[in-house]
């Protein structure tokens, strides 16, 4: 037993103490103790006792999951035990959503089943889209996002019932259906376009690309199959962490949605390619991207967009799979020259002592908005997709809390650092 116990003495006082250590799956996951264990550490009976200090999580866990496993260190990316190359290979989004969501593989009749709950489910309101309709044309087809999921906690009667497996399978199925359909709309809105309405029997990417463009091109459906697969799920990100923050105060899940998507906005996370778009754009040319590169290194506040991630110390895999996708597109697009931008920045870098020391790699945003961008979809759209991809992995997360007997609200604590006690002093003595 002494072997799983972290022992040692608190020096304030002197006394001993002992947490119980215990082990993730793998290796990888690292030993850990429950902090709530450092209470017992106190000076005296009455004192609060010892907290963790984490600013932004780098080094806690907030929940026990099943469903992805990351091993930053080799670039390892498995949904459910199956490394993510395979999926992007062999599988479809609909199958990958089943297993994220469910736990294994589908069968043929269970993925048939699966599939056309979702696919019905793609048809909205009109008052949904009326709502869409009120937003600005040429607006932030996210921000627009963000408020149609919270408003389907309005549109639809049922949102206070996911007590039960059953109940919450038919909001996993309206969810996933609505998002694309929702994505699409405000595309279309933005853009000041018609809505194109649903097409079920197109299939879940098919149809997406229809209601998107108004026509369905196999390559690209092929191409958006896999980069929804990519982006589904990655362990507790800050917008997984945010849907499972919501939703632990027994918020529905269209509210818990619509804030997983505002998290996921901001362009330290989802919106990561619209800066690789942005970022490529002001280096013009290849025959630049060697000054650039000096630039990043020597003034520091510039950054490399697309490069790095606080998971992986490695290449991602992601991105070595959607590099592979994009020459698949360029047949059917043409070739976006932001492509020959993008590989000489990477050959570059990865060649500079600066980005190697930092093990600074590619990531899954550093190629996959050159993709839409290919396939006619304004730079406002890359995060919708994105977030349409990643709908699944928040419902599975979702639901693994729900079933968590562990899980409570979520309510980190915190360090005071404000003023100790003092005494009111009335507005006319100030």
């Known amino acids: 037993m002494s072997r799983n116990m972290l022992k040692g ?12 250590i215990d082990r993730g799956t793998y290796v990888a996951d690292g030993a850990y103790v429950r902090t709530d264990g450092l209470r017992k550490i106190k000076r005296t009976d009455s004192d609060f006792g010892l907290l963790g200090y984490d600013p932004a999580y780098l080094n806690t866990a907030s929940c026990k999951s099943a469903i992805t496993y990351i091993d930053g260190e080799e670039g390892i990316l498995r949904y459910r035990g199956y490394p993510i190359e395979q999926l992007a290979e062999q599988s479809t989004y609909l199958e990958v959503a089943y297993l994220l969501i469910r736990g294994t593989l589908p069968t043929r009749d269970q993925l048939d089943e699966f599939s056309e709950r979702v696919n019905s489910q793609t048809s909205v309101s009109e008052d949904v889209l009326s709502f869409i309709r009120g937003f600005p ?44 359909t929702l994505g699409a709309a405000v595309h279309r809105h933005s853009a000041g376009l018609s809505h194109v309405p649903p097409d079920p029997d197109l299939g879940f990417c098919g149809n997406l690309l229809n209601m998107l463009f108004g026509e369905v091109d196999p390559v690209l459906a092929h191409a958006l199959e896999v980069l929804l697969i990519l982006h589904a799920d990655h362990e507790q990100n800050c917008s997984t962490s945010t849907m499972r923050a919501i939703a632990s105060g027994g918020a529905d899940p269209y509210s818990a949605m619509a804030g997983a998507a505002a998290a996921l906005y901001g362009p330290a996370h989802g919106g990561a390619n619209e800066a690789v778009l942005k970022m490529l754009n002001e280096v013009g040319s290849v025959d630049k ?26 290449y991602d895999p992601r991105a070595k799979i959607i590099k592979r996708v994009a020459y698949e597109v360029f047949e059917v697009t043409g070739k976006n020259p932001l492509i020959d931008i993008a590989l000489e920045l990477e050959r570059v ?7 190697v020391s930092y093990n600074l790699y590619p990531n899954v945003d550093f190629y996959s908005g050159i993709i839409y961008q290919a396939m006619g979809l304004p730079v406002r759209m890359m ?13 599975a997360q979702w639901r693994e809390l729900l079933g968590d007997s562990e899980q409570k609200i979520a309510r980190p604590r915190q360090i005071y650092t404000g003023e100790d006690v003092r005494d009111y002093v009335a507005l006319d003595q100030r």
């Open 289 to 314: 991207v060697a000054d650039y590169i000096d630039r990043v290194v020597a003034e520091k506040e510039l950054r490399l967009q697309g490069f790095g991630h606080r998971v992986y110390s490695n």
């Open 349 to 355: 870098a990865l060649q500079n002592d600066y980005f």
């Open 137 to 180: 044309v040429g607006g932030h087809t996210m921000g627009m996002l963000v408020g149609a999921l919270g408003a389907l906690s309005v549109f639809c009667d049922d949102v206070r019932d996911f007590a039960t497996e059953e109940a919450q399978d038919r909001h996993i199925c309206r969810l996933m259906g609505h998002v694309a």
């Open 9 to 20: 003495t608190d020096k304030r006082t002197d006394k001993p103490f002992k947490l119980s």
């Open 383 to 395: 995060t919708v997709l994105f977030a349409v991809g990643r709908s699944c992995g928040w419902l």
